[in-house]
């Protein structure tokens, strides 16, 4: 059966690769990866590509330069061979001056990091059917990884041929590894005292161009191995560094004391230290295989003035301890990366600071970006993993799926064409409820409302209800010139929320889609309206009646009309983050129709 199922996916694999291969600007007719770990612990990475160009534009943008990057503190890198084969068969031998070392772009301005360098190597010799040829190698000391680790996307950006990834280890050493969305089996033998590990994809279509994926690449097919005994081994390693222990100076404590002089609440002081160290901080977006998971401490990164995501979240833990608040760094981590059988630290892919409050709970926070809301509301898919070298096995707060709510009632009366007055009563929940905004600024509630209806218009905004969970709140508005008008026709744009469904911006959704699609949440979101409007006025909008419920949500836009007043409804509903394939076309069904500018007016003739 096994063997079935693996032949069926092959044939799906080099169907889907012939249909790319068609409209592909290259190919890769080969690419080997292949890890090394050495007996005195040091490690090599060698790669190897084949790339054959086949449009003007895989030469002239895509494909033109490789980067290289590495740290020069831990790190050497060996070029074992680069040349072009031009369309004739005449071999171009990359010249020296096309080998050229310079910053990477997330190193400039950050001395603390100008070890980190990017070897840039210009191809010569692109034409159409071109093939680009580049053999390198990167050598590590001992110590500047805690394991020999990998995680692969077996997906490139332009079909490949072949595939080869292959891991060599002392035959004494173990490898643990899992294979994501692929089958496929590795190869073992032994060769020169090495334990080999072989894998081999054939016709491996490229990555899906569709708009609006997970950022996480779950669905991507991948291998993650290592050859650590388990997560926890690694994990104690990184946060047994100096970094972790949360020390301060007394500039900090200057800043803390400060903060904390004039105020008891701890939620508005940690929402004070957060605003400090994302806002006056620079952000350096160095990924930890580059550092060799090495942090700097709070102190160092404090003296900087800027510091690494990981780095500037034991810098807000620490602050925020200060403050006799009780924090922890976490990892984040997708659901579908976290296995605690393969020590694999790539799988932190961001990193959140968890404060516990007598009155609020748990509350997550970035040190990065100022949130409107408790992260903790966000968290579906992924696992927050504790960074706490007191504990003594791995703890986890796996997220949970939150529905957002937004719940809007609405009463307008149309005066003449010149004035508009009514009400409006919003109810908001979950990630949609922007409740450290509205903590902070209770009068932000008046820039949650678009469309027809503006802060600008409000005569009253007062905030009935505030909890992390729940928002409730009544406006009034009153609004001269309120119509848009053409001819003898009078258009008004219904009110909506800034961050429901509208925020998203999926308005571009082909017929056809190649890979899943995630929204930003599971969201309710209903508004009815209820407009009264004189005698002298007509309506004339589409009064047309929908409903859709399939398997990806449900829509209703519905008109009621009498003498002088029109009830509006129009909901939308999605119980799941991710539209899988099968369900796109129910999906697009229902966002088309929520996104057609007809249902979002309301039109008179005067």
Not at 547 to 574: C, H, P, R, V, W
Request: glycine share 4%.
């Amino acid at each position: 059966m096994k063997k079935i199922i693996l032949a069926i996916f092959c044939l799906f694999i080099v169907g889907t690769s012939f249909a790319q291969n068609e409209e592909a600007d290259a190919e890769y007719l080969k690419i080997l990866k292949e890890y090394t770990l050495n007996e005195d612990g040091s490690t090599d990475f060698h790669y190897s590509k084949e790339l054959k160009l086949l449009t003007h534009y895989a030469f002239h943008r895509l494909y033109g330069e490789t980067f290289i990057v590495y740290n020069t503190d831990f790190q050497t890198v060996k070029i074992n061979s680069a040349f072009t084969i031009m369309a004739d068969g005449k071999k171009i031998i990359t010249p020296d001056n096309a080998f050229n070392e310079v910053l990477p772009r997330f190193s400039t301005n950050a001395p603390d990091f100008n070890n980190i360098r990017e070897l840039v190597v210009t191809h010569t010799g692109l034409e159409l059917n071109a093939i680009i040829n580049l053999d390198y190698t990167i050598s590590s000391k001992k110590g500047f990884y805690p394991a020999l680790m990998g995680d692969e996307v077996l997906s490139e950006t332009s079909p490949v041929n072949e595939l080869v990834i292959r891991v060599n280890i002392p035959v004494s050493q173990n490898l643990k590894f899992e294979l994501l969305n692929i089958v496929g089996e590795p190869v073992i033998n032994i060769e020169k005292e090495k334990k080999v590990y072989t894998w081999t994809f054939e016709s491996m279509p490229a990555n899906s161009k569709d708009y609006y994926q997970d950022v996480d690449q779950i669905f991507a097919p991948r291998l993650i191995f290592s050859t650590a005994k388990d997560l926890h081994f690694v994990y104690d390693q990184f946060i047994n560094q100096d970094a972790f222990i949360f020390n301060t100076n007394e500039s900090m404590d200057k800043v803390v004391d400060k903060i904390s002089a004039n105020e008891t609440n701890q939620l508005t002081i940690a929402l004070e230290l957060q605003k400090l160290v994302s806002n006056d901080l620079g952000t350096l977006n160095i990924p930890l295989k580059y550092t060799g998971f090495k942090c700097r401490s709070a102190v160092e990164t404090w003296n900087s003035n800027q510091g690494t995501h990981i780095e500037k979240a034991l810098l807000l833990t620490a602050l925020l301890r200060k403050s006799n608040i009780e924090a922890e760094p976490v990892a984040i981590i997708p659901d579908v990366y976290y296995n605690k059988e393969i020590g694999n630290l790539l799988s932190f892919n961001n990193f959140l600071v968890k404060i516990k409050l007598e009155k609020y709970g748990e509350v997550f926070i970035s040190a990065n970006l100022i949130g409107k809301q408790n992260l903790k509301f966000e968290l579906e898919g992924l696992t927050p993993l504790l960074l706490d070298k007191n504990v003594e096995s791995l703890k986890v707060f796996p997220g949970k799926p939150i529905t957002s709510k937004i719940f809007v009632v609405g009463e307008f009366v149309i005066q003449n064409p010149e004035k508009l007055v009514g009400k409006i009563n919003l109810e908001l929940k979950g990630q949609a409820n922007q409740y450290f905004t509205l903590y902070n600024d209770s009068s932000k509630i008046k820039s949650i409302i678009k469309g027809g209806v503006s802060g600008k218009n409000l005569t009253s905004a007062k905030l009935e209800k505030l909890t992390q969970e729940e928002s409730r709140t009544h406006l009034e508005f009153e609004i001269e010139d309120p119509f848009s008008k053409s001819n003898n026709y009078l258009s008004f744009e219904l009110p909506y929320i800034n961050n429901g469904s509208e925020n998203w911006h999926i308005n571009i959704l082909p017929a056809k889609r190649s890979a899943p699609l995630e929204i930003q949440e599971p969201i309710h979101e209903r508004y009815e309206y209820t407009i009264v409007f004189p005698n002298e006025l007509k309506p004339v909008s589409p009064h047309k009646n929908i409903e859709i419920k399939n398997d990806a949500g449900y829509l209703l836009i519905k008109f009621e009309k009498s003498e002088k007043e029109i009830i509006i409804t129009k909901e939308i509903k999605f119980d799941k983050k991710i539209i899988g394939i099968k369900d796109y076309g129910s999906f697009r069904e229902i966002m088309n129709t929520w996104n057609n500018s007809n249902y979002k007016l309301i039109i008179f003739k005067d």
